[in-house]
């Protein structure tokens, strides 16, 4: 079946424009995480929605980040007033676990958005 | 000191060679422990489950050992195609989220 995908693959932006990044989970994941990747570092833990919850946002850098995932299915992160600290690799995943589930399901990543902010 | 600690590397290692990475990590009251594995440019994807057992998947062994806090993995007989990143990944017990703590990732080169 089809794994976790995300849209655009690159993105270049001007310093101050806004960007929206997609990601579509496997179909029926309940658990959809956003990660953002700096250069020659693992990834960091943004947010957390469980179905069109969003349970945890702790790993948000600043109030210009914003997520949402209106259905429970597709989500959308979106980064307002581009900063060029904000150049990364921002990776999708999701898994099948939720809460009150006994261990963590494994998560599935989508091949990232790469956003260089000039 | 961050939460996961991994060696960054490079390990470059003949083809044939077995090599060990470690990862520490500080929270005590981590649930679960994996190791993915990064190739340059792509996503991670999921090597192995950590288990306090052991676990071992081909040439591939990994370690738990919650009492000194760190993870291991050995790859025997290393391949080409072994080259990549190998991160450690640790979820800790939080009542509202599974999410991942990622190491910085350990880059492993197989030489010929």
């Known amino acids: 079946g089809a794994g976790v995908s995300q849209s655009p693959r690159y993105k270049v932006a001007k310093r101050g424009q806004d960007v929206a990044l997609r990601c579509d989970p496997i179909?029926?994941?309940?658990?959809l995480f956003w990660y953002q990747q700096a250069l020659g570092q693992g990834p960091e833990f943004l947010t957390y929605?469980?179905?069109?919850?969003?349970?945890?946002k702790s790993g948000l850098p600043s109030d210009r980040f914003f997520a949402e995932r209106p259905e429970g299915s597709v989500s959308t992160l979106k980064i307002q007033r581009t900063q060029k600290e904000d150049s990364a690799v921002y990776l999708c995943?999701?898994?099948?676990?939720?809460?009150?589930?006994?261990?963590?399901?494994?998560?599935?990543f989508g091949p990232g958005t790469r956003l260089l902010v000039l | 000191r961050k939460e996961v600690e991994q060696d960054p590397g490079p390990f470059n290692v003949p083809e044939g060679a077995t090599v060990a990475f470690n990862c520490t990590y500080s929270?005590?009251?981590?649930?679960?422990f994996f190791w993915y594995r990064q190739d340059c440019r792509k996503e991670p994807k999921l090597l192995m489950s950590v288990y306090s057992s052991g676990n071992e998947d081909g040439r591939f062994t990994a370690q738990l050992n919650r009492a000194s806090q760190y993870i291991s993995l050995l790859i025997r007989d290393s391949k080409l195609s072994d080259s990549a990143t190998y991160l450690c990944?640790?979820?800790?017990?939080?009542?509202?989220?599974?999410?991942?703590?990622f190491g910085t990732g350990t880059r492993l080169k197989v030489l010929a």
């Open positions: 990944v640790v979820t800790p017990r939080t009542s509202g989220t599974y999410k991942y703590i």
């Open positions: 929605f469980q179905n069109e919850a969003q349970l945890d």
């Open positions: 929270n005590s009251a981590s649930q679960s």
């Open positions: 995943a999701s898994s099948s676990s939720q809460l009150g589930g006994s261990v963590p399901e494994t998560q599935y």
């Open positions: 179909s029926g994941h309940v658990s």
